[in-house]
């Protein structure tokens, strides 16, 4: 069963989150002011989960940080800028 989550934002609305997009809301939870990468919680679409999480009403905000290495450039790091209250956590961790 995948991970569902139903959470109330600030403004009173209730929202439906599901899958990955899921994951990577309960994993911005998790980090709290630290945020999250992709080196700290490795996953492959970040980025997507952000947007439908955005789409959703939740506010991310998007840092970018450079990195070093044999592809040394930027990755981004979000941090979730809305107070959430779960109302239900089911399923799954993905």
């Known amino acids: 069963m995948m991970l569902m989550i139903i959470v109330m934002l600030r403004d009173?609305?209730?929202?439906?989150?599901?899958?990955?997009?899921?994951?990577?809301?309960?994993?911005?939870?998790?980090?709290?002011?630290?945020?999250?990468?992709?080196?700290?919680?490795?996953?492959?679409r970040w980025s997507s989960y952000v947007y439908q999480l955005r789409e959703l009403g939740i506010a991310i905000e998007t840092v970018r940080e450079p990195h070093s290495g044999p592809f040394?450039?930027?990755?981004?790091?979000?941090?979730?800028r809305i107070q959430i209250i779960i109302l239900k956590k089911a399923g799954g961790e993905s």
Not at 16 to 38: F, T
Not at 72 to 80: E, I, K, T
């Open 12 to 44: 009173g609305r209730v929202v439906v989150v599901q899958g990955r997009a899921a994951w990577a809301l309960n994993e911005l939870m998790a980090a709290g002011a630290a945020g999250c990468s992709i080196f700290d919680r490795p996953a492959p």
């Open 72 to 80: 040394a450039g930027h990755h981004a790091r979000y941090f979730l």
